[in-house]
């Protein structure tokens, strides 16, 4: 989820760095009990999107008397593997962002030490795929889905798609353009989509039929919203072509939130039928420099205060019941009863081999 302009800005930053969140001071450490040198920082390594209000992670400081360092690593996809690189002796303490399906690989590699953080049972156990291992902890939820250009399809007195069927037929021909799985987080959410819709025998076929349908494939999500998609703020600067994209359930919102003047809906709709569901989760580095400071902020991030900042902070779903949603998200963002899921164990063993046949199926 990410972008170089103001329609997305919340949803993913653009710059990859260090950003230090503080309300009381730098690094200076104090005594432990112990009689050594107990860390004030708490370094959380995460993908580019992670975004917080000021003063939501000062609040952190507040409680714990530690403060935030964030260590920007890229997308999803390049941050779990750097945080592989560096097992055993991290960058940080805490890493945030790693989903559902890159989930397996940062387990089998040991990149985290159990902790049952407080809170948890705030959170519902669908949401808790480690079980009772406690190696991650659930922070948030979203969806993969295709959006559509409202006013593309008004114009052309055509009913947007709704399904992944859909998007096959004919009347959609050179509309959908779609991310790599092989590099974008939302590319491989859709393919895993189309593998739980279609099942291992069928979802080949189903990408033969979009690619002689003419699905158009980038590397991205900022080039397939920003400058492809016909209905985002940047693919009208672009003039855009595809009004059809692979983004989010949220994506709505984000279009009302950035537009000036806002309008009275999102000019953006969502193929509810072409959903798949990400869970984001924290977990504790093995190695850490900090270990009770990476606690505290764990049991932080699944904390009332830092998970109803979240959906205009970073455009997703908190996972504690008790989560307000703001009203943006309530009036223009999109509910999804049913979305498409893979099992976990099922991501692990396929999802190399998915990866591969698409590439082969559909860039060459």
């Not at 076929?205 to 900022?222: I, P, Q, T």
């Not at 307000?324 to 998200?329: H, K, Q, T, V």
């Amino acid at each position: 989820m990410s972008t170089t302009t103001r329609i997305a800005a919340g949803v993913l930053a653009a710059a990859i760095g260090v950003t230090t969140l503080t309300a009381c001071g730098g690094d200076a450490g104090e005594k432990s009990e112990g009689g050594g040198t107990a860390s004030k920082t708490v370094t959380l390594v995460s993908h580019d999107s992670f975004n917080a209000s000021p003063a939501v992670l000062k609040e952190f400081t507040r409680q714990t008397g530690y403060t935030v360092k964030v260590l920007k690593s890229g997308d999803a996809g390049e941050a779990v593997n750097k945080a592989i690189l560096t097992k055993g002796a991290p960058q940080g303490d805490v890493f945030f962002g790693v989903d559902n399906t890159l989930l397996s690989r940062a387990l089998d590699n040991g990149l985290f030490e159990p902790y049952e953080a407080k809170g948890l049972d705030r959170v519902p156990d669908a949401l808790r795929l480690d079980g009772d291992k406690h190696r991650v902890t659930p922070v948030d939820s979203g969806d993969v889905c295709v959006n559509y250009d409202k006013k593309y399809f008004a114009d052309k007195k055509l009913a947007p798609p709704q399904t992944f069927d859909d998007l096959a037929e004919p009347r959609y021909k050179d509309l959908l353009v779609v991310e790599n799985p092989e590099r974008s987080s939302p590319g491989l959410g859709f393919l895993l989509g189309t593998a739980a819709r279609y099942g291992d025998d069928g979802w080949q076929d189903y990408w033969k039929k979009l690619k002689a349908n003419g699905v158009k494939v980038v590397d991205s999500w900022e080039l397939a919203y920003n400058q492809e998609f016909s209905g985002s703020a940047g693919g009208k600067e672009a003039k855009a072509d595809r009004p059809l994209v692979v983004s989010y359930a949220s994506s709505p919102p984000v279009e009302v939130l950035y537009a000036e003047p806002k309008p009275a809906e999102a000019p953006t709709g969502v193929s509810t039928g072409t959903c798949f569901r990400q869970i984001e989760f924290a977990g504790l580095l093995t190695g850490a420099r900090n270990p009770d400071g990476g606690k505290a902020l764990i049991d932080f991030l699944i904390g009332k205060k830092f998970q109803e900042d979240m959906p205009l902070q970073m455009f997703v779903n908190p996972v504690i019941k008790d989560a307000a949603l703001p009203e943006l998200f309530t009036r223009h963002g999109v509910a999804v009863d049913k979305p498409h899921t893979v099992a976990p164990a099922k991501i692990a063993e396929k999802r190399d081999q998915w990866i591969r046949s698409w590439a082969s199926l559909v860039l060459k």
